[in-house]
């Protein structure tokens, strides 16, 4: 099959690199398919760039 394999936060073994969607190592291709790896992707770089070592969740107010 082929694509970029990311982990369970969509991160590259590259420092700094998510994949998302259709590029990504998954036999899914459906745009809800994309639209949640986004979302994922994206708390994961608010975690990197803020040098969080936890995904802020955005229901928790505290």
């Known amino acids: 099959m082929g ?8 991160s590259t073994n590259s420092d700094g ?4 969607g259709d590029i990504r190592n998954t036999p899914f291709k459906q745009a809800v398919v994309a639209a949640s790896d986004g979302c994922i992707a ?8 803020n040098s969080r070592k936890n995904i802020r969740v955005d229901w928790i107010h505290s």
Not at 42 to 49: G, N, P, Q, T
């Open 3 to 10: 694509g970029v394999i990311v982990d369970d936060f969509m």
């Open 17 to 20: 690199v998510w994949a998302i």
């Open 42 to 49: 994206a708390m994961s770089i608010d975690r990197y760039l």
